[in-house]
Protein backbone atom coordinates (compact mmCIF):
# COMPACT_ATOMS: atom_id res chain seq x y z
CA UNK A 1 0.00 0.00 0.00
CA UNK A 2 1.43 3.59 -0.67
CA UNK A 3 0.02 6.86 0.65
CA UNK A 4 0.38 9.94 -1.36
CA UNK A 5 0.49 13.16 0.07
CA UNK A 6 0.80 16.27 -2.26
CA UNK A 7 2.38 19.95 -1.22
CA UNK A 8 3.25 23.35 -2.24
CA UNK A 9 0.25 24.16 -4.01
CA UNK A 10 -0.72 28.09 -3.77
CA UNK A 11 -1.26 31.86 -5.80
CA UNK A 12 1.51 32.67 -8.54
CA UNK A 13 1.04 35.20 -11.22
CA UNK A 14 0.70 33.77 -15.10
CA UNK A 15 4.37 33.82 -16.27
CA UNK A 16 5.83 32.58 -13.00
CA UNK A 17 6.67 29.14 -11.68
CA UNK A 18 6.13 26.82 -8.85
CA UNK A 19 6.94 23.41 -7.38
CA UNK A 20 4.86 21.11 -6.29
CA UNK A 21 5.74 17.63 -4.30
CA UNK A 22 4.46 14.65 -3.38
CA UNK A 23 5.25 12.29 -1.06
CA UNK A 24 4.66 8.91 -0.55
CA UNK A 25 4.88 6.46 2.13
CA UNK A 26 5.71 2.88 1.42
CA UNK A 27 8.91 0.73 0.60
CA UNK A 28 7.48 0.24 -2.41
CA UNK A 29 7.13 3.60 -3.89
CA UNK A 30 10.53 2.98 -5.86
CA UNK A 31 9.14 0.66 -7.98
CA UNK A 32 6.32 2.18 -9.14
CA UNK A 33 5.73 4.08 -12.15
CA UNK A 34 4.37 8.03 -10.95
CA UNK A 35 1.68 10.30 -12.55
CA UNK A 36 1.07 13.93 -12.30
CA UNK A 37 -2.75 14.58 -13.36
CA UNK A 38 -4.89 17.55 -12.76
CA UNK A 39 -8.88 18.93 -12.50
CA UNK A 40 -9.98 21.85 -13.03
CA UNK A 41 -13.73 22.51 -12.19
CA UNK A 42 -16.40 21.49 -13.99
CA UNK A 43 -13.44 19.37 -16.22
CA UNK A 44 -12.73 16.00 -16.31
CA UNK A 45 -9.20 14.65 -14.75
CA UNK A 46 -6.54 15.37 -17.08
CA UNK A 47 -2.75 13.57 -17.59
CA UNK A 48 -0.22 16.03 -17.08
CA UNK A 49 2.94 14.19 -16.32
CA UNK A 50 4.22 10.78 -16.12
CA UNK A 51 7.59 8.77 -14.78
CA UNK A 52 8.99 5.49 -15.05
CA UNK A 53 10.06 4.02 -11.75
CA UNK A 54 13.68 5.23 -12.01
CA UNK A 55 13.47 8.42 -13.54
CA UNK A 56 14.73 7.91 -16.66
CA UNK A 57 11.63 8.17 -18.54
CA UNK A 58 9.09 10.74 -18.90
CA UNK A 59 5.63 11.74 -20.81
CA UNK A 60 3.99 15.26 -21.01
CA UNK A 61 0.62 16.33 -22.04
CA UNK A 62 1.29 18.65 -25.19
CA UNK A 63 -0.08 21.70 -23.25
CA UNK A 64 2.86 21.30 -20.85
CA UNK A 65 5.54 19.80 -22.73
CA UNK A 66 8.42 22.80 -22.15
CA UNK A 67 7.07 24.18 -19.67
CA UNK A 68 6.75 21.18 -16.53
CA UNK A 69 9.17 19.04 -15.67
CA UNK A 70 8.39 16.17 -13.88
CA UNK A 71 11.18 13.89 -11.55
CA UNK A 72 11.46 12.02 -8.44
CA UNK A 73 13.55 11.47 -5.70
CA UNK A 74 13.28 7.51 -4.74
CA UNK A 75 15.97 8.08 -1.83
CA UNK A 76 13.21 10.86 -0.64
CA UNK A 77 10.08 8.55 -1.33
CA UNK A 78 9.36 11.88 -3.52
CA UNK A 79 8.04 13.27 -6.58
CA UNK A 80 7.83 16.43 -7.87
CA UNK A 81 6.59 18.89 -11.18
CA UNK A 82 8.57 22.25 -11.59
CA UNK A 83 6.27 24.19 -13.45
CA UNK A 84 7.64 26.98 -15.36
CA UNK A 85 5.77 29.38 -17.87
CA UNK A 86 2.23 29.38 -15.92
CA UNK A 87 -1.11 30.55 -17.72
CA UNK A 88 -4.29 30.70 -15.84
CA UNK A 89 -5.19 27.50 -17.94
CA UNK A 90 -2.83 25.77 -15.52
CA UNK A 91 -5.13 26.34 -12.75
CA UNK A 92 -6.39 23.23 -11.30
CA UNK A 93 -5.97 21.09 -8.24
CA UNK A 94 -3.23 18.78 -9.12
CA UNK A 95 -3.02 15.06 -7.91
CA UNK A 96 -0.07 12.62 -8.05
CA UNK A 97 -0.89 9.36 -8.97
CA UNK A 98 1.06 6.02 -8.54
CA UNK A 99 0.37 3.01 -10.57
CA UNK A 100 1.47 -0.94 -9.70
CA UNK A 101 2.32 -1.26 -13.46
CA UNK A 102 4.74 0.04 -16.11
CA UNK A 103 2.31 -2.09 -18.95
CA UNK A 104 -0.57 0.33 -20.58
CA UNK A 105 -0.73 4.02 -20.91
CA UNK A 106 0.54 6.71 -18.79
CA UNK A 107 -2.04 8.99 -19.46
CA UNK A 108 -5.45 6.72 -18.25
CA UNK A 109 -6.11 7.63 -14.49
CA UNK A 110 -7.81 4.68 -14.41
CA UNK A 111 -4.68 2.80 -14.81
CA UNK A 112 -3.72 4.32 -11.44
CA UNK A 113 -4.09 2.36 -8.10
CA UNK A 114 -2.90 4.87 -5.28
CA UNK A 115 -4.03 8.62 -5.12
CA UNK A 116 -2.86 11.70 -3.15
CA UNK A 117 -5.73 14.29 -1.89
CA UNK A 118 -4.58 17.33 -4.60
CA UNK A 119 -2.94 20.98 -3.85
CA UNK A 120 -4.40 23.93 -5.66
CA UNK A 121 -2.64 25.66 -8.28
CA UNK A 122 -4.36 29.30 -9.00
CA UNK A 123 -2.76 31.26 -11.92
CA UNK A 124 -3.78 34.73 -11.95
CA UNK A 125 -3.61 36.81 -14.98
Known amino acids: QVQLVESGGGLVQAGGSLSISCAASGRAFSLYPMGWFRQAPGKEREFVAG????????YYADSVKGRFTISRDNAKNTAYLQMNSLKPEDTAVYYC??????????????????WGQGTQVTVSS
Open 51 to 58: INWNGGTT
Open 97 to 114: AARRTSSGTMSRHWEYDF
